[in-house]
């Protein structure tokens, strides 16, 4: 085989493998990222079995990663099962934060150590958090964690497993969050730019899901229920 077939091939394969895991995913409609699992085991080819195992992802920016400044609209999904929370605010999805003069917008979301809600949205001024301690009180177990905003109807609401849960906007007004800033996204690991107070996720991560329309609760169900046995 020549060495255009060659590249030709792997290029196909990279194609189709990308295209089957987005056939995969349960909801499709506003489907920007996709990855049904973050960790991915690198091979040590010295010979000393040094393989590495790595748990968090960096993702260039691109035009889909920022549509949400047009739709207005944003939803993220993810299964999660921590094995700690090593610092007050550890990173599950970080593009911007509320650091200045870093990053301040995108979208940002973390755990949170202090156990009077578990997971929190951040645009710049706008914070919102669930009004839940099922995660902090169940580490090493897996669980769904959604959330949906639409700017234009002025709505946010988290989901844990499935359900709506209590959301409470801390600070700022939906006239303050700003999608469209240039950072690459950081898939569990903070973005250099955000607050300093902010860590890396530890534990594993399965069916990352972002979209650039807000989501159904229906469809938030759909997803639970469908992925459940794929994490």
Known sequence: MNHLLKKSVLILGLYLGAATAFAGAPVKNGLVLYFPTVAARVRDVSGSKNNGNPNALVVSNSTSLVSMAQTHQLSYCVWIN??????????????????????????????????????????????????????????????????????????????????????????????????????NLYVAERDPAANGNRTNFDGQMRQVMLFNRALSADEIQTIFSKTALKK
């Open 82 to 183: 921590p094995a700690s929370i090593p610092h007050e605010f550890p990173d599950l999805l970080s593009k911007g934060g509320q650091s200045q003069p870093g990053a301040y917008g995108g979208y940002e979301f973390t755990l949170n150590s202090n156990g009077d809600n578990d997971v929190l949205f951040y645009s710049g001024p706008f914070q919102a958090h669930a009004q839940t301690q099922i995660i902090n009180t169940n580490l090493g177990q897996w669980v769904h964690i959604a959330f949906t905003i639409d700017l234009d109807a002025q709505v946010a609401q988290w989901f844990i497993n499935g359900q709506q849960v209590p959301t409470t906007i801390d600070s700022g007004t939906y006239a303050d969050i700003n999608f469209d800033l240039p950072n």
